[in-house]
């Protein structure tokens, strides 16, 4: 589902996927593939499908269940009330964002990066962050395909405003370009 909303003050964090029990609570699917992210958050907002916004909700209780956290948010307090907000979007606060660590980074601010190599040759731009569980891994369309890059220290080794320079691993660009494909006649 696609929702407006001012993107200058809100982050898109997960979607009410549905109720849970009688006494309000929600269950949300967070993006970040993260559940106990949520529980961090003091506040979120919901978005409907066409750009409604709810006023800030306390987030009253939260506990995780495998992927999926289920909350109960201040004025959500019965079941009907819960089934209203099925399908809503998730958003936090922009200034709400926890402080980040030193070497710490939230996933908003990679898209849109330009990516280059270290001899400053363009790869691409930055569509996309997600974890596969071990990492996270930058989604770069080069313009022809998408590739696959894990965000490590060893890798990205320098950051700008607006671009990452990265020294990939020999081979993992070839993976993606063909550079380094076998000749399937001739395996050799």
Known sequence: ???????????LVGKIAKAHGMRGEVKIFPFSGQPENIA????????????????PLAVLSCRTQGKMVIATLDSISSRDEAEHVEGMGV????????????????WHQYIGKKVRDMKKET????????????QDIMVIDSGSREILVP??????????????????????????????????????
């Not at 589902?1 to 982050?11: G, Q, R």
């Not at 961090?40 to 006023?55: A, H, I, M, W």
């Open 123 to 134: 790869i691409g731009e930055i569509i996309t962050v997600f974890s596969n569980g071990m």
């Open 1 to 11: 589902m696609n929702y407006s909303y001012p993107a200058e003050d809100f982050l």
């Open 91 to 106: 958003l936090l606060a922009r200034k709400d964002l926890p402080k980040l660590a030193e070497n710490e980074f939230y």
């Open 40 to 55: 961090k958050y003091r506040e979120l907002v919901l978005v409907g499908t066409r750009g409604e916004l709810s006023p």
């Open 151 to 188: 965000i490590s220290k060893n890798i990205v080794v320098k950051e700008t405003g607006d671009e990452i320079i990265i020294d990939p691993p020999p081979g993992l660009l070839e993976l993606y370009t063909g550079g380094g494909e076998r000749d399937e006649q001739n395996p050799g």
